[in-house]
Each structure stands twice: as structure tokens, then as C-alpha cells.
């Protein structure tokens, strides 16, 4: 499972950078309105990768929801020690139902642009710093599945994480 793990956390990295490329505008701009080039190219991005991207979108989920259940797993199996299991389980988990359950819905929203340009902005700036946080989160997740994955005995690791595989004796 560390290796599902690792490959679904991957992804998510890759498709949260690609958020962050769009929602960093707001970064700089002040707290009141942002610039109507902001709100227009974050909401045509949203609009599309919310509404017009099917089957990708199902696709995230489905990624999101493997990533939770292999650290799900390793959690419940004893597959590695017991704070690094809900260590990994909460940096996986808090981001992807911050996503399903707070992202998406102001995405969607964000990309009818249906509201005033103050919602409008809120809604930019809360995305913005909800990627924000998942990014980080995502990426320690990560960054603890593949130093468990590279300590393991079995795969050539000691306690310390440190491969000793191709060292001369």
C-alpha cells in the first residue's frame, strides 16, 4: 500500500500545483476586491476543471479517496509504526475532505461567477489558501510515505530511513 500511497500523493502535488499557478494571483492584491482579470481567470479555470472535465474529475476523487484508504490501511494493519500511521492519516485525510467538502463547492461556485465580486473575491482568496494548505500537507504526507517506504527492512532499509543498498562492505 506504501507505494499507492506514494503514487496517489504524487498526483495530487501535481494537480494542486496546477491550482496554485491560477489561485496565487490573489497573493499580494490586498484584502476589498480583486482585479476583474483575477476573478475572470481563476473562475474560467474553475468553470472548466469543475463542470466541463468529466471523467478527470472522477478520476481526482477516485485518486483522493485510494490515497485515504492506503494510509487508511496502513494504519489499521500495524504497517508501520503507530504515530507515523496517524501522522499520515490526518496529512491525507484533512486535505482531501477540506477539498471534497469545502474546495470543490467554492470552485463550482467560483466558476458560475454568479455572485457579486466581493463573495467573488472571498470565495478566490479562500481557495487560494485552502491549496495552499493541502499543498503542504500533501507534500509532508509524501514526504513521510517515501522515508517509511525507504526504511522498510525489506526493501533494503535501516531504523534511520538510510538505504544501505549499493554501499561496498
Known amino acids: 500500500m506504501p507505494l499507492v500511497a506514494i503514487a496517489g500523493a504524487g498526483f495530487l502535488l501535481a494537480v494542486l500545483w496546477f ?7 490573489v497573493l499580494g492584491q490586498g484584502s476589498g476586491l480583486l482585479a476583474e482579470a483575477t476573478l475572470a481567470s481563476m473562475a474560467a479555470y474553475y468553470h472548466q476543471v469543475t463542470t466541463a472535465t468529466w471523467p478527470m474529475g472522477a478520476l481526482l476523487a477516485l485518486v ?17 509504526p503507530r504515530p507515523a500511521a496517524i ?8 486535505p482531501v475532505a477540506l477539498a471534497l467538502g469545502r474546495i470543490l463547492p467554492n470552485a463550482t461556485r467560483l466558476g458560475a461567477r454568479s455572485d457579486s465580486l466581493d463573495v467573488q473575491s472571498e470565495l478566490a482568496r ?13 507534500g509532508l504526507f509524501l514526504a513521510l510515505q517515501m522515508s517509511l517506504w525507504s526504511a522498510h527492512p525489506r526493501r533494503g532499509g535501516t ?9 561496498p562492505r
Open 87 to 94: 501522522a499520515a492519516l490526518l496529512l491525507c485525510a484533512v
Open 19 to 25: 491550482d496554485l499557478m491560477f489561485d496565487t494571483q
Open 64 to 80: 483522493m479517496l485510494a490515497t485515504v484508504a492506503s494510509a487508511l490501511l496502513q494504519f489499521v494493519r500495524n504497517q508501520v
Open 126 to 138: 479562500s481557495i487560494c489558501y485552502d491549496h495552499l494548505f493541502c499543498f503542504v500537507s500533501i
Open 159 to 167: 531504523p534511520g530511513g538510510f538505504s544501505t543498498r549499493g554501499i
